[in-house]
């Protein structure tokens, strides 16, 4: 007798870190100031977002669909997305032929793939257990063109992974094709690898449910369990996105209450959180969508179902008409329109301290459910939200001091960079009062009429990048006055740390931008140039026509170079190092209006040798002449 080929395993330990524990490095207090551990967790909660919110998609499709290959088509478009990729293949692991089989390609309706094991990419991912990431597909021996060839298509970046079931086996792989913007990081492989896994738990699911529904009425009973735990499930990450999403205690409240009603099949839950003060709100939600969140503002401990949970800690199965043996009286609390015949009450316990209390109240289909199953939902839905509003209430005071921070820090840097025009406008007052001839009284009032503009301005554009208003007004400008202006700004300030300020004027005599904004450019550059230099060194200024019209700036120092821990987000709001009075504001808004002109900025910085920032500005319109 033929034996079957041996099912593909798990490769030995080791290999890149799992994407649960890249977040967890992501999530873990490095040694940052505060706006850069702010975007590190943002990033680090985005990322949480798109894995958990693909997850879920796939876990909604074991509950809906009754057939793999309309399953998997759902989540290979859903993978798509997620990656960025042109498309995606599902294979599925032959064992009787040895053979992947494509269960689901993206775009394709009637296309079955087949695939040796051990042959192409997919099949040397399926016999040796380990994820293939190529940017350039081509250049891997493995890899079979004849596919491009038949299809016209193009392969170029690719990324395949095993799909592994919950006892490690082997049971498909999955493809990505062609990211939109570039090839495959790490972080993808890391995503591909976590959905794989679920569309493998899904994949053994459905074909479990396939057989079930041919199957007894028993078996029928283990579909409709499989189905209840998957609910529980997306109701404990339901509370897990909901802690992510919400800004108040409603907004994390009202889905997790109408998730944990469906759920648990009961006619409410509700949820009681006292204050410090004895008493506080019980929020109460059925299992219809369409009905509104019930508030009950005031409700004390010791009073009904939820406030006597909460008083002493424990939970209760309260049954109808119980009142005279355990005392508790059957109601949610004062001004409750819900008449509570029976319910299952549990603690929010935070630490060794209890916050509040959980209701599952008049639970319906009890022939199918006995109270430890409903005991024990209650018990891990209590844990989550007990969780949920401690990390939402820890989230929400360091808000409010991060912001505070970020207030001070940028009201500080604003300051700092509206000294200069004020202490040239303090200097030209006092000369004026000095000064007898008209003229040159007439020259101070000029001078000292363009730093108030120009503080204007200053004010003005901050106040645009924060509102993230756009607006270019882009004219004809005669170079010389704009440098004029410029080195007006800026020398003094240069002179009075013994700094060289060289400008070297290459241009055609005009150019086409919009003044106010592109003084601000310069100034934003320079003066982080002339902060990285200290006390000496050599800002020069370089502008030039190219041969299109285009105007190029070259602002280059001999300061120290840029950090290598912020040059790849040197654009970003709120990057900033080793400058006590930045704001990390002033390139983002160098980028922002040198983007909003349709131009280019970029830099080149080597430490120890300077950096040399570099504005390519595009040519006037056709027929523009002002």
């Not at 997919?122 to 493995?142: E, Q, S």
């Not at 401990?301 to 008083?311: C, P, Q, V």
């Not at 509206?418 to 009284?441: K, T």
Request: net charge negative; charged share 25%.
């Amino acid at each position: 007798m033929n034996s079957k080929p041996p099912r593909p395993t798990e490769p030995p330990e080791g290999g890149p870190p799992t994407d649960d524990e890249a977040v967890e490095r992501a999530l873990a207090p490095p040694p940052l100031d505060a706006p850069a551990r702010i975007e590190l967790l943002e990033t680090a909660l985005a990322a949480g977002q798109r894995r958990l919110a693909g997850m879920l998609s796939i876990a909604a499709n074991l509950a809906r669909s009754r057939e793999p290959r309309r399953a998997m088509k759902t989540i290979v478009a859903e993978i798509s997305a997620l990656l960025e990729a042109d498309r995606t293949t599902v294979y599925e692991y032959d064992a009787d032929q040895n053979m992947l089989r494509g269960l689901a390609v993206q775009g394709e309706t009637d296309v079955m793939v087949g695939v040796p094991v051990g042959h192409g990419i997919a099949g040397l991912v399926a016999a040796r257990g380990r994820a293939i990431n190529l940017k350039d597909a081509y250049l891997h021996p493995a890899f079979d063109a004849k596919f491009d060839r038949m299809t016209g298509y193009r392969t170029r970046s690719m990324l395949c992974v095993p799909m592994r079931t919950p006892n490690r086996e082997i049971v498909g792989v999955v493809q990505v094709l062609n990211k939109r913007t570039g090839y495959f990081s790490v972080d993808d492989q890391h995503l591909l690898e976590a959905l794989a896994a679920q569309a493998a738990i899904t994949l053994e699911a459905l074909h479990l449910q396939v057989r079930l529904d041919t199957s007894n009425a028993e078996l029928h009973s283990l579909t409709e369990e499989l189905k209840q735990r998957v609910n529980e499930l997306e109701l404990l990450n339901a509370i897990e996105r909901a802690t992510v999403d919400a800004s108040d205690v409603p907004s994390l409240v009202a889905p997790v209450l109408l998730h944990a009603a469906q759920v648990a099949r009961v006619e409410a839950a509700a949820l009681f959180l006292p204050g410090e003060t004895g008493y506080g709100p019980v929020y109460v939600r059925g299992p219809d969508a369409e009905a509104p969140l019930e508030l009950l503002p005031r409700v004390e401990i010791g009073e009904g179902i939820l406030g006597r949970t909460a008083a002493d800690g424990e939970p209760h199965v309260i049954s109808a008409g119980g009142e005279r043996d355990d005392g508790i009286t059957r109601t949610l609390g004062s001004g409750a329109s819900l008449v509570v015949a029976d319910a299952i009450t549990t603690p929010l316990v935070d630490g060794e301290r209890t916050v509040g209390a959980l209701a599952l109240v008049n639970r319906r289909g009890r022939d199918r459910r006995d109270a430890a199953e409903d005991t024990r939902l209650a018990y891990l839905m209590a844990g989550q939200l007990a969780r949920a509003v401690a990390r939402m209430n820890e989230r929400q005071s360091a808000q409010a001091r991060d912001r505070l921070m970020a207030i001070g820090q940028m009201l500080g840097g604003v300051l700092h960079d509206l000294r200069g025009p004020m202490s040239i406008i303090s200097g030209y007052s006092q000369l004026m009062a000095d000064q007898d001839d008209a003229e040159e009284r007439r020259e101070m009032a000029d001078a000292i009429r363009r730093q108030v503009a120009l503080f204007n301005d200053m004010t003005r554009e901050l106040l645009s990048f924060v509102r993230g208003e756009r607006t270019v007004f882009a004219r004809r400008v005669f170079v010389n006055k704009f440098v004029g202006q410029a080195r007006e700004l800026l020398e003094p300030e240069f002179r009075e740390r013994g700094i060289e300020f060289v400008v070297e004027d290459h241009t055609e005599g005009t150019a086409f931008f919009d003044e106010p904004k592109m003084l601000r450019v310069v100034a934003n550059i320079a003066r982080n140039a002339r902060q990285a230099m200290g006390d000496h060194g050599r800002f020069t200024w370089t502008l030039r026509t190219t041969e299109d019209g285009a105007t190029v700036f070259e602002m280059a120092d001999t300061g120290p170079g840029i950090p290598e821990g912020i040059r790849d987000k040197l654009f970003e709001a709120f990057t900033t190092s080793g400058k006590d009075d930045g704001t990390g504001l002033g390139l983002a808004i160098v980028r922002r209006i040198v983007e909003d002109h349709g131009g280019q900025v970029a830099f080149t910085t080597q430490t120890g040798q300077g950096t040399t920032f570099t504005l390519r500005l595009p040519p006037a319109p056709a027929g523009r002449t002002s």
